[in-house]
DNA sequence: GGCAAGATTCAAAAGTCTCTGAAACTATGA
DNA sequence: TCATAGTTTCAGAGACTTTTGAATCTTGCC
């Protein structure tokens, strides 16, 4: 296999790999590009190896910036802004933990609180309560065991934790 | 709030969440409304309750079961199938993990795997080649840790594990 | 076998999410 | 100040996903 159908490979599978974790499909391509690029590239940069609009481009690359997984890299000299990929993979986890934690689990939490005070005590309302109870106490402790991940460093997760679950 | 609209609340907000974890709306709401409810419910309750047609019902029924999510009860002397939820909330979140990891997980790690032996010895190549490896590394540890995660019981995983970490 | 209740399938329709591209905007430096 | 290189926006087009509903299949009973 060459380098250049080793890098479409895996700018495919990642750009998959991306779409089913709650980034677009060419958020995580445009990602996997800037990994496997050894120096910053500029946007004309990805809309060329990508094949994909200026607009697209910018929107995508906005948004990697505001999820940390990219980062702006000015040239001295050079008007253009070029950009460079975050390369570890914890830290690349860890803030995708961080956004779908604020997007998905804590509207739940929310909902679960105001849900948890419905009116009546007739059996179905109190097997209502009970289960409403139960996920909420699972989703409490789910949420502080991501906090505590998510505040735990590169080196510990990768090389304690992870090594301790085994 | 009302048992009424707490439910419906609930299984709005199920749904909304289901959708960004890789299960459909529908089937997130068709197992919200199963968890609600304290007696099986057959294929056409749900029709009536989520307002969905037959054909949907049916196919996000078996999606749900597939997932081991939803269980079929049997009433006896009905022919009639009737549907009951996982309620074990550990057991959700381990048969999702379980279905993403396959899904997901594997073929990059298929992919991964090809592309580490790309041709040429050249910079460009051998930092294709190191980004490869690095990732490689950090998603077998994760591969191996789900594993050990899913094989865990309930009892481990909510009483000991979560409060080992926090 | 014949029948009906119930379950399943799938092509077409509806709905949702993403991308394009041209126009508007902004920053730089002469 | 103006010209220009570069960036951002957004309405409409297009791609992809989900849902519908009628036709088909299965099951159990007489």
Redesign the interface.
Known sequence: ???D???E??IQ??G??GS???ITRTMAQIHALL??S?DPLSAEDIMEELQISRGNANMNIRALIDWNLVFKKLKTGERKEYFIAE?D??QV?RNIIIQ?KK???E??LK??N??A????DD???E??KK??R??KL??N??D??LD??VNSDSNWF?GT??NM??
């Open positions: 296999m060459t380098l159908e080793g890098k490979s895996f599978s990642w998959t790999l089913s974790w709650g990994l496997v050894p390369k993979m914890w986890v779908r997007k998905d689990l509207p739940m909902v679960l105001e849900i005070n419905v009116e009546g059996p179905e309302t097997e209502f289960v409403v139960d996920i699972f989703s402790k789910a502080s065991t505590t991940l990768v934790f992870m679950i085994k």
